[in-house]
C-alpha cells in the first residue's frame, strides 16, 4: 500500500536550523517533492528529489534516501514568514496525482 | 513556472444548489488535471483525476454523481459540486503538470467553498 508520514507541528526560533521528517512506502516511485502552505492559500512547490542525497535550494534544502523511504526539509536562517505547513508528497507514477502527507505545521517565534 | 487559475476563490450558497469551479492552465496544454479537496488543518486529499476528452478518474469514496468533472478542452477543467449540503464546505484545489519537466504539480488558487 501507499503510506506517508510526518510530524503534525514543529516550533522553532527566528534564526535557527528546522528538520522535517518525512518517511513513505509506495509499490512504486517517481520522486519527493516538498511545497509550502500558508492557511487559506494553494500550496507552492519548494523541492523534488528524484535520486538520493541533498539538494539545496537558497535557505531550504531537501534530501532523500530512497532506500529507506526517507526525506528531509532543512530549513536555515528561519523566519517569522517560514511559518506555515510543510506538505511532502511522493509521485508514484509520472503523470500521475501527487500523494501528500498531512502536512507539519510549523510555527517561528521572535 | 506555469500558471494554474481556478475560478472563484471563495463562493457562499445555499444547501441544495449546485455550484461549479473553473480551472484553466493559461500557458500550457493539460491532458490532465487533479482535483484535490482539502478540510481545515488536514492535508490535501486527491479527488479525482480530470482527463480531457474522456471520463475522470474518481478516488474512492468520492461520489462521481456528485462531484461531476468536465475537461473539455487542455486548458479547462471544470468541477461541480450538485446539491450540496453544508459538509461539502471545503477548500477546492486544481493542478496540472507540465510534460517534461520535473514534474512538479502547478496549483491554482484554489476554491473555498462555503454551503450554508
Known amino acids: 500500500g501507499q503510506n506517508i508520514d510526518q510530524p503534525t507541528e514543529m516550533t522553532a526560533t527566528e534564526g535557527a536550523i528546522v528538520q522535517i521528517n518525512c518517511t513513505y512506502q509506495?509499490?512504486?516511485?517517481?520522486?519527493l517533492f516538498w511545497y509550502q502552505q500558508h492557511a487559506g492559500e494553494a500550496p507552492t512547490f519548494l523541492s523534488y528529489n528524484v535520486l538520493d542525497g541533498l539538494e539545496e535550494k537558497g535557505r531550504f534544502s531537501s534530501f532523500l534516501s530512497r532506500s529507506k523511504g526517507y526525506s528531509y526539509l532543512l530549513l536555515k536562517e528561519l523566519q517569522m514568514k517560514d511559518s506555515a505547513s510543510y506538505l511532502c508528497a511522493f509521485d508514484n507514477q509520472a503523470g500521475t496525482a501527487l500523494i501528500f502527507g498531512k502536512g507539519t505545521t510549523l510555527s517561528v517565534s521572535s | 513556472g506555469a500558471v494554474v487559475s481556478q475560478h472563484p476563490s471563495r463562493v457562499i450558497c445555499k444547501s441544495g444548489t449546485s455550484v461549479k469551479i473553473e480551472c484553466r492552465s493559461l500557458?500550457?496544454?493539460?491532458?490532465?488535471m487533479f482535483w484535490y479537496r482539502q478540510f481545515p488543518k488536514q492535508s490535501l486529499m486527491l479527488m479525482a483525476t480530470s482527463n480531457e476528452g474522456s471520463k475522470a478518474t474518481y478516488e474512492q469514496g468520492v461520489e462521481k454523481d456528485k462531484f461531476l468533472i468536465n475537461h473539455a478542452s487542455l486548458t479547462l477543467s471544470t468541477l461541480t459540486v450538485t446539491s450540496a449540503h453544508p459538509e461539502d464546505s471545503s477548500f477546492y484545489i486544481c493542478?496540472?503538470?507540465?510534460?517534461?519537466?520535473?514534474?512538479?504539480?502547478?496549483f491554482g488558487e484554489g476554491s473555498r467553498l462555503t454551503v450554508l
Open positions: 493542478s496540472a503538470r507540465v510534460v517534461g519537466n520535473t514534474g512538479e504539480l502547478f
Open positions: 500557458d500550457f496544454q493539460a491532458t490532465t
Open positions: 509506495t509499490s512504486g516511485f517517481n520522486g
